[in-house]
């Protein structure tokens, strides 16, 4: 399967560290676009008080790319951030797979 990275994605990642008092703060890095190809976005949902919803993104970034587990990714057409539960380096490329949960109606 021949990927295109034609999708615009914002990385956002934060990092914990300790200071000098070893307390654990967090610290934002600067926002970045990256180029990617969105494979799917499945979406389910649980009929219960309130209402669940839950969506699964399946990506692929090259492989110089720097994405991790635990950052947090901005797709065109949501609203909000898909964390990042996997990313693994395939033959050719990157493979991501994100989730977005959210409560309510939507």
């Excluded at 969105?38 to 090259?62: D, G, M, N």
């Excluded at 797709?75 to 797979?97: C, I, K, N, T």
């Amino acid at each position: 399967m021949r990927h295109r990275m034609h999708d615009l994605v914002t990385l956002s990642r934060t990092e914990k560290v300790l200071d000098e008092r070893k307390r654990v703060s967090r610290v934002d890095h600067p926002s970045r676009e990256l180029r990617a190809c969105i494979r799917s976005v499945q979406s389910k949902y649980e009929r219960k008080e309130p209402v669940e919803w839950e969506f699964l993104a399946e990506l692929a970034f090259r492989l110089k790319e720097d994405v991790k587990l635990g950052d947090y990714l901005k797709l065109p057409g949501y609203e909000d951030d898909f964390f990042v539960v996997v990313a693994r380096p395939a033959r050719h490329y990157l493979r991501v797979q994100a989730i977005m949960r959210q409560r309510g109606a939507s």
